[in-house]
């Protein structure tokens, strides 16, 4: 995909290209989450939740090294090209979602996805990076967030919709192909002039011992990857777990998600701002670490089959997830360059690490209690992992 020169191209403002950055990522997002919280269900359709747990640590396996060999390509290519190049990809994946029925193929390509997915999102993180102004990093990373998470919110009714009680979810991923071409295009028409920043080339030795330096990073990252678990873990197993346990059907899993991811759009982005202005981020990502370990660790004593019940105790669990999330974003962001694809690389590679050890509990705690069905405990357990980020975090350092 050449860096073609459009006839009517004009240079935009940073503004221009901040908001259009968010609205990439607004489609960028609801393409991979339209189908994500009915994964785990698809692959139902011919894998037990054991070998449900194997694709997902295959998928982090091959999206680690995707993000390892990504700076390098970007390096090589640019960052438009490599963006571009990857949303075709990710159309041609789709497609044999949509039109495959071997489940050696639908694995493979769910697999590949995965890791397609990432390396995207590594793309506007980096477009985004150049185009923030250093004393504005807390809001410009909180209005992309919230962007991001407004999608997140409509994602999942879209398709529960899709769905409509039946066992339709290769129409999840027609709805998902559909959202890749428009974001195909927009990132066409507003970045083929886009200049790269001088990348720092790293070895995996180097970046290790860059990042090491740096003991707030490493706190930081310890943090992120406990947060990135418990998305994880939710993402894929809550959704059975709500279906198949306490018997929801998907028209009331789509409501309960839906209220479930209202705090994202809802209070990051003047998180972000009260960052910027006010206070560090160390103490709200604290207590938004301590807010969803306790009210997860609720869930596992939660029998009641009730949608408003789940719903409530769901949302205050990603109010502390939002704030969380946020704080880590910000803080991550004030302190990296646009030149350091490989650190950013390296800080993303949480989520796929995330996905390969959600599973491993999972595979555990079903081995320990020789059940095929996820248990209440699960969530338990989970809530004290998620409550061990405060450790890093409270000794994070904060940058203001």
């Known amino acids: 995909m050449d860096q073609l020169a459009t006839p009517n191209y004009r240079p935009r403002s940073r503004t221009?290209?901040?908001?259009?950055?968010?609205?990439?990522?607004?489609?960028?997002?609801?393409?991979?989450?339209?189908?994500?919280?009915?994964?785990?269900?698809?692959?139902?359709?011919?894998?037990?939740?054991?070998?449900?747990?194997?694709?997902?640590?295959?998928?982090?396996?091959?999206?680690?090294?995707?993000?390892?060999?990504?700076?390098?390509?970007?390096?090589?290519?640019?960052?438009?090209?490599?963006?571009?190049?990857?949303?075709?990809?990710?159309?041609?994946?789709f497609w044999g979602l949509v039109t495959q029925t071997s489940p050696f193929i639908l694995t493979t390509l769910f697999v590949l996805q995965t890791a397609v997915i990432s390396v995207i999102s590594l793309c506007l993180d980096i477009f985004l990076e150049v185009y923030t102004e250093g004393t504005h990093i807390g809001t410009v990373r909180g209005m992309y967030t919230a962007t991001l998470n407004a999608?997140?919110?409509?994602?999942?009714?879209?398709?529960?919709?899709?769905?409509?009680?039946?066992?339709?979810?290769?129409?999840?991923?027609?709805?998902?192909?559909?959202?890749?071409?428009?974001?195909?295009?927009?990132?066409?028409?507003?970045?083929?002039?886009?200049?790269?920043?001088n990348y720092t080339h790293l070895s995996p030795w180097q970046l290790a011992k860059h990042v090491s330096h740096n003991i707030n990073w490493v706190r930081l990252f310890v943090a992120n990857t406990i947060l990135q678990i418990f998305y994880a873990w939710m993402t894929v197993y809550c959704p059975i777990y709500l279906n198949r346990v306490?018997?929801?059907?998907?028209?009331?899993?789509?409501i309960i998600?839906?209220?479930?991811?209202?705090?994202?759009?809802?209070?990051?982005?003047p998180l972000g701002i009260l960052a910027d202005?006010?206070?560090?981020?160390?103490?709200?990502?604290?207590?938004?670490f301590a807010i969803m370990g306790i009210t997860t660790i609720i869930l596992g004593f939660v029998t009641l089959p009730n949608v408003a019940l789940w719903a409530l105790i769901l949302f205050i669990t990603r109010i502390g997830a939002a704030a969380a999330e946020i704080m880590i974003e910000t803080y991550f962001f004030k302190t990296v360059s646009p030149r350091d694809s490989a650190a950013l690389g390296l800080f993303r590679v949480t989520r796929p690490i995330s996905y390969f050890v959600a599973p491993l509990i999972s595979i555990f705690l079903l081995a320990t209690t020789h059940t095929s069905e996820i248990q209440p405990y699960s969530f338990i357990l989970i809530g004290v992992i998620t409550l061990c980020a405060l450790y890093p975090t409270l000794r994070i350092k904060d940058v203001n």
């Open 16 to 93: 221009h290209m901040i908001y259009t950055i968010a609205v990439i990522g607004f489609i960028y997002t609801l393409h991979a989450v339209i189908p994500m919280y009915s994964n785990s269900s698809f692959l139902a359709l011919f894998a037990d939740e054991r070998t449900i747990s194997y694709i997902y640590m295959a998928g982090a396996a091959v999206t680690i090294l995707a993000f390892l060999l990504a700076p390098w390509v970007i390096r090589k290519l640019g960052n438009y090209r490599v963006a571009m190049w990857a949303v075709v990809i990710q159309i041609l994946l």
């Open 151 to 197: 999608s997140w919110v409509i994602a999942p009714l879209i398709g529960s919709m899709i769905i409509n009680g039946n066992n339709n979810y290769h129409n999840t991923y027609v709805a998902a192909l559909a959202m890749l071409f428009p974001l195909l295009y927009i990132i066409y028409r507003n970045f083929p002039r886009f200049k790269d920043p």
């Open 246 to 254: 306490m018997g929801f059907n998907w028209e009331e899993i789509g």
């Open 257 to 269: 998600l839906v209220i479930m991811l209202i705090p994202f759009p809802l209070i990051q982005y």
């Open 277 to 288: 202005k006010k206070y560090g981020e160390k103490m709200i990502m604290a207590v938004g």
